[in-house]
Each structure stands twice: as C-alpha cells, then as structure tokens.
Nanobody, 126 residues
Framework: EVQLVEFGGGLVQAGGSLRLSCAAS????????IGWFRQAPGQERVAVSC????????SYAVPVKGRFTISSDNARNTVYLQMNSLKPEDTAVYYC???????????????????WGQGTQVTVSS
C-alpha cells in the first residue's frame, strides 16, 4: 500500500525559508512522480511543483518559479520542496501526491494523482 507523509510545515516570516518533505512508501520501482499542491482557505487546491522520480524531470507553477525547488532523494524515498523568499500569499496547506506513471505529463496539473498525503500547514507572516 502506498503511503505519503509530509513534514516540515510551520510559521515563518516573509522572506524566510522552509523545506517540506514527502516520505513515500509502498512503491516497488521508480516509475512514479510526486507533486506538491497547496490549498489556501476558501481557494481551490492548485499544483505547485512536480518531479518524475525515475529521471528527475521537474516542473513549477509560475508563482513559485525561481523561489521553490523540488528534489528527490531516491535512496530515502523522499521528495523535498525547498521554499525560499516566502510571501504571505504562499500561506496554505501543502500536500504531496503520487502519480503512478512518471511519464504521464510534464505538466503537474495534467497528471493523475492516486495517492495523497495528509497535508502540512505553511503560514507566512508579513
């Protein structure tokens, strides 16, 4: 059974940094992708970034490009989202999710995510 667990949320001042972790278990090979999503109060959940585990291809949403970096440590089955230069508008619950087909799409929003983590709160104060 695939399970995803997020770590690393918290409260940070604007301009600060946080690193989120998504620990994945239950996969038998590297043919999957991990996406990070966020949902602010009263808003829809949106894709932030995603990475194909087998070849490291990454993609970012425009609002976070240049500030966020997604990476994977395949030995630890963990995907990270390094978030720098955080802004109050980055405040949201962040979720990681898994697509069981790494080559499905380079567009995070066009992937099909079968598994989701429980979410972790990120709050950026002004």
């Amino acid at each position: 059974e695939v399970q995803l667990v997020e770590f690393g949320g918290g409260l940070v001042q604007a301009g600060g940094s946080l690193r989120l972790s998504c620990a994945a278990s239950g996969f038998t090979d590297d043919d999957y992708a991990i996406g990070w999503f966020r949902q602010a109060p009263g808003q829809e959940r949106v894709a932030v970034s995603c990475i194909s585990i087998n070849d490291g291809t990454t993609s970012y949403a425009v609002p976070v490009k240049g500030r966020f970096t997604i990476s994977s440590d395949n030995a630890r089955n963990t995907v990270y989202l390094q978030m720098n230069s955080l802004k109050p508008e980055d405040t949201a619950v962040y979720y990681c999710a898994a697509d069981r087909l790494s080559s499905r799409s380079n567009n995070c929003a066009f992937r099909i995510y079968d598994y989701w983590g429980q979410g972790t709160q990120v709050t950026v104060s002004s």
